[in-house]
C-alpha cells in the first residue's frame, strides 16, 4: 500500500497522540491506588479543678494576764499562810535557801513573842533577803508567825497586794496609805497587815511636832522617800532603844 506524505504525518500525529494519552492514563491509575492514612483527631483533655483551702486568720483576742498572786502577805509568805509547820515551808518555800538560826526567850538581846523561835531566811533572787519567822511552845512545835524583808542595793524581786516592795520609791506606790506620824527621817505605814518602813535617806523630814505633840505632814512626801524594809507578824526585835 502506497501511503501519501501527508495521511503518514497525519498518522505520525496520530499515533504520538495515543502514546501520550496512554502514558497519561497509565499515571492517573497509579495515583487513584494510592491509599492516603486518615489523620488522628486528639480527644480534648479537661484540666482538674483547683481546690484552694481556705485561709483561717489568727485570732485578735488576747489570753487573759495572768498575775502571780502577792508574795508579801498580812497573813503570810508566799505560798504559806502563818500557822503552816516549820517542815512545810523549809520543804515548800519557791526560794533558795540562804540561813537559819534558833533562839530561846526569853533572850538578853532578842525579844519574841513565843518561847521557842526560828529563823529561816531565802535570797529574793536579786540582792536582798526574805526572812520568815517561826515560832511555838517549844523548839519541836514552831510554826510560821512573821516574815521581814529588807532592801538590797536594787528593788527587790518580791512585792505585797498593793506592788510595793523594798528600795522603790514611795511615789511608786499611788496605793501608799497616808502618813500619820514620823521620827525625822523615818517612819511606817501599814497596810492589809503590811508594815512598810520608809526613809527619806536625807535631812529631809516627813514631818514636825508641835508643842502639843500635833503632827505636821510635809507635802508633798520628800521626792527621795524609799521603802527600806516590810515585815508582818511576829519577828524578832533587838532590845536596843531608838530615839523615837
Not at 498518522?11 to 497509579?30: H, I, T
Not at 512545810?88 to 540562804?98: E, I, R, S
Not at 523561835?117 to 526572812?131: I, K, M, P, S
Not at 523630814?205 to 524609799?226: E, H, S, V
Amino acid at each position: 500500500m502506497t501511503f501519501h506524505p501527508s495521511t503518514t504525518a497525519r498518522l505520525v500525529v496520530a499515533l504520538g497522540a495515543l502514546a501520550l494519552f496512554s502514558a497519561c492514563s497509565s499515571s492517573d491509575s497509579s495515583g487513584a491506588g494510592t491509599s492516603v492514612a486518615p489523620t488522628t483527631t486528639a480527644t480534648p483533655t479537661t484540666p482538674a479543678p483547683t481546690t484552694v483551702a481556705p485561709t483561717t486568720e489568727a485570732s485578735t483576742t488576747l489570753a487573759p494576764v495572768v498575775e502571780a498572786p502577792p508574795f508579801l502577805r498580812g497573813n503570810g509568805l508566799g505560798p504559806f499562810d502563818f500557822g503552816a509547820p516549820y517542815a512545810d515551808v523549809l520543804a515548800g518555800m519557791p526560794l533558795t535557801f540562804a540561813r537559819e538560826s534558833s533562839y530561846t526567850f526569853p533572850n538578853p538581846v532578842l525579844f519574841f513573842a513565843h518561847p521557842a523561835g526560828r529563823e529561816v531566811c531565802w535570797q529574793d533572787g536579786g540582792a536582798a533577803d526574805a526572812c520568815a519567822y517561826f515560832g511555838g511552845a517549844d523548839p519541836a512545835s514552831v510554826a510560821l508567825v512573821g516574815w521581814y524583808y529588807a532592801s538590797g542595793p536594787g528593788a527587790g524581786q518580791l512585792s505585797s497586794n498593793i506592788g510595793a516592795t523594798t528600795n522603790i520609791l514611795v511615789s511608786a506606790v499611788p496605793a501608799m496609805p497616808t502618813i500619820e506620824g514620823a521620827c525625822y527621817d523615818y517612819t511606817t505605814v501599814s497596810l492589809d497587815g503590811v508594815v512598810m518602813g520608809l526613809s527619806t535617806g536625807s535631812s529631809e523630814w516627813f514631818g514636825t511636832y508641835a508643842d502639843d505633840g500635833t503632827f505636821t505632814l510635809t507635802t508633798p512626801t520628800p521626792a527621795g522617800a524609799r521603802i527600806t524594809y516590810m515585815q508582818a507578824g511576829d519577828i524578832f526585835s533587838y532590845s536596843e532603844g531608838a530615839d523615837c
